[in-house]
């Protein structure tokens, strides 16, 4: 006869495995993104810090009518020191830069979540944050770092007709609008 302690343990551990699974499914290529990785009213590390809100009401103005804005941009391809990378995964990485000055995503194995500001063809990317699961396919894994690392450290980025180019030291990134996400300056239906 079991002991009714071996018995809950037991349930408790499955309970943590189901959980542990689920946390570590991959977004199909038809998944949408999180609407936003922060909760309301968090920070972020992107706000303006003296209480007034000015700059956080200046760099919000600034993006809502960028560009890329609205859109989940989904990796293309990748150019790293000058040499073609191809793209790994079942899932390829996206970002979604919201109106509100906050960008999300997901790297492949990973979602992440940070602020920028856009001005001209410059931008700018604030502390960005990640969640930190397992990476079992080593492909994926660079090829995620490589993705977040250019968002987080662009310097430029323009839009090209459909294609979104974000360029930072080392890496070009190309990215297209996922399907079933509105085109760059086509309201959201």
């Known amino acids: 006869m079991r002991s009714p302690l ?34 309301s009213g968090a920070s972020t590390g992107g706000e303006a810090m003296d209480g007034t809100g000015d700059e956080a009401a200046a760099a919000a103005k600034s993006v809502s009518a ?27 990485p996206d970002v979604t830069f919201g109106a509100d000055g ?19 063809e410059t931008l700018h990317v604030g502390p960005v944050g ?4 397992a990476c079992f396919d080593h492909a994926v894994g660079r090829q995620e770092q490589a993705f977040v690392s250019a968002i ?6 323009v839009v090209e007709a459909d294609e979104l180019v974000v360029v930072s030291p080392t ?9 079933d996400t509105p085109a760059p300056g086509t309201p959201a239906p």
Do not use: I
């Open 6 to 39: 071996r018995s809950a343990s037991f349930v408790l551990g499955l309970a943590l495995g189901c959980a542990a699974a689920a946390g570590c499914h991959s977004r199909g290529a038809n998944d949408a993104p999180p609407s936003s990785a922060a909760p």
């Open 102 to 120: 906050r960008l999300s995503g997901f790297g492949g194995c990973n979602r992440f979540f940070g602020t920028y500001t856009l001005s001209g």
């Open 171 to 179: 890496t070009t990134l190309r990215l297209k609008p996922a399907p």
């Open 130 to 133: 990640m969640t930190k699961m």
């Open 152 to 157: 987080a450290g662009a310097t430029r980025v």
């Open 66 to 92: 960028s560009p890329l804005a609205g859109t989940t941009w989904q990796l293309a391809s990748v150019t790293q020191k000058g040499a073609n990378v191809p793209v790994a995964g079942e899932a390829p």
